[in-house]
């Protein structure tokens, strides 16, 4: 009778991999399930067409853009704006969700890091860094290291479209508490970093009738020279 191996006839055990460890609970949240459900929600061409327009109005005041860096880039819609309109420009993404990240690298062409914003560190400044509805959603103690992140971060300029509030204030979200903020983000980024001068703003409204967005406002900062 044969010997029995006993190494070999053990069954191998698959460990569980360890779920990423975040700082905040926010960063959680949109790296998990509701993070992914946004991903699926958040498609379609009307999307694109809307950023078209918003980008094309914000580049319009802009000069010798050669490399755009988004932080938050979920999958890339603003990214496949950005491209049509910046068709010889570098372009790289900050991301959390996994799904989202997957979904970046399908388009190709750009250098998608798969990172919370707070754990990111620029490998070198882009010309344009831009943010969308991202600023609302991170914890508010955390606001001035992202600030600093997108000052090192910009090489000139820096794009941010967020909810407006002249005050911080926290609003329920999809049922959520602690997920929504509405503050001045660009007025505490310059007052923040001096170097920064307002370039242009506007708003664009849930309801215009041919490109609508959600109720964001714009604003392009520009560093002076030093």
Known sequence: MPMSNKKNSRSKVARPQAKPRFATEQEAFWAGEFGN???QRNVGAQWVASNLALFGKIL????GVGS???LGANLGLNLRALRQLLPQAR???VEIN??????????GGIRVHHASILDFKSPRPADLV???GVLIHLNPDKLPHVYDLMH?????YICLAEYYNPSPVAIPYRGHTDRLFKRDFAGELMKRHGDLRLVDYGFVYHADP???QDDITWFLLEKRPA
Request: charged residues 30%; glycine residues 0%.
């Open 37 to 39: 459900n946004y991903t």
């Open 60 to 63: 319009a005041r802009t000069e």
């Open 68 to 70: 755009v860096l988004e």
């Open 91 to 93: 372009f790289s993404a």
């Open 98 to 107: 996994a799904r989202a990240v997957r979904e970046l690298k399908r388009l």
């Open 130 to 132: 831009v943010i969308k």
């Open 152 to 156: 090192a971060a910009s090489a000139r």
């Open 210 to 212: 041919n490109h609508p």
